[in-house]
C-alpha cells in the first residue's frame, strides 16, 4: 500500500503534483482479459480491506484525542503513523450554541514549519465540509495578530473575524493542529492555549479583536476563494 499526502499551504498559487507508479517490466503490455476467480478474489480483498479501515477509522478517535480533557489541546506531539516530519495538537470541543472556543497558537516561522493548519472534524474524525465553509485554515490563509500569534474562533454563531472556524451545526467534534517538514522537535512553547468564554464576551478577550474583523463581503470573499481553489485542485 502506498499513501500519498498533498499539503497545500497557499490554496490559491499552490498547484497540485502528480504521480505515476506503473511496472516497468510490463509496459507496452496488456493485462490478462479478468475471469470470474480474479474478480471475485479482488471483490473479497476490498471487503476486507473495507473493514479493517473501518475498525481503525472507528478506534482512531478514542485512542487519538478521546481520552483528553474536553475542550483542550495537546501539546505538540509527533505524530503517530510514521510521518517523521510531523508534529500535531489535538483536542475535542464540546460547545453550546453561545459559548466559544479561543485557540491561541504562534504562527510558526517558515524555516520551521513551512505548513501550519488547524481543522474541525466530526466525532467520527471526518473533516467538515471545507469546500463551502471555513473549517480549516493553514497559516497562509489565516490572519496573523501583530504579537506573532493566530487566534482562532470555533463557534457556531458568526462572530464577524476572519479565523473563525465554523461549527456547522456540530456542538461536538474534534480540533487539530498540524505542522509539517517540520526542522526542529516542538515543544509546549510552540502549541496553543485554548479558552472557553461566553460569545458575547468575545470583544474583551481578544487583544486584537478590531483588527481582526470582517465583512460581510469579505466573508464571501473568503468563501469564494476556497471553492475556485478546490475546484481547480479536483480537476482531472
Not at 524555516?111 to 480549516?136: C, F, K, M
Not at 483588527?211 to 479536483?234: P, T
Request: proline share 8%; with cysteine; hydrophobic share 40%.
Amino acid at each position: 500500500m502506498l499513501l500519498v499526502r498533498e499539503v497545500y499551504s497557499d490554496w490559491a498559487t499552490e498547484r497540485r503534483g502528480t504521480i505515476r507508479i506503473y511496472r516497468a517490466d510490463q509496459a507496452g503490455c496488456a493485462p490478462p482479459l479478468p475471469d470470474t476467480a480474479t474478480a471475485a478474489k479482488r471483490y473479497d480483498v476490498a471487503g476486507k480491506l473495507l473493514l479493517s479501515r473501518l475498525r481503525t477509522f472507528l478506534a482512531f478517535p478514542t485512542w487519538f484525542y478521546l481520552n483528553e480533557p474536553v475542550n483542550t489541546m495537546t501539546p505538540p506531539r509527533p505524530t503517530p503513523g510514521g510521518l517523521a516530519t510531523q508534529f500535531s495538537s489535538v483536542g475535542h470541543f464540546d460547545l453550546a450554541d453561545d459559548e466559544v472556543m479561543i485557540v491561541t497558537v504562534p504562527a510558526a516561522a517558515k524555516e520551521t514549519a513551512p505548513y501550519q493548519g488547524i481543522q474541525l472534524g466530526s466525532r467520527w474524525y471526518v473533516s467538515l465540509d471545507y469546500i463551502n465553509h471555513q473549517t480549516s485554515l493553514t497559516a497562509d490563509q489565516a490572519r496573523t495578530d501583530p504579537d506573532g500569534r493566530m487566534r482562532f474562533v470555533i463557534s457556531e454563531r458568526d462572530p464577524g473575524l476572519a479565523n473563525w472556524l465554523e461549527r456547522t451545526g456540530h456542538s461536538r467534534g474534534y480540533v487539530q493542529i498540524r505542522w509539517q517538514r517540520l526542522t526542529r522537535e516542538l515543544t509546549p512553547d510552540d502549541g496553543p492555549e485554548v479558552s472557553v468564554v461566553p460569545f458575547d464576551e468575545l470583544p474583551g478577550r481578544l487583544p486584537f479583536y478590531d483588527a481582526a474583523r470582517v465583512s460581510g463581503l469579505e466573508w464571501r470573499a473568503r468563501i469564494a476563494a476556497r471553492q475556485a481553489a478546490i475546484a481547480e485542485r479536483m480537476l482531472g
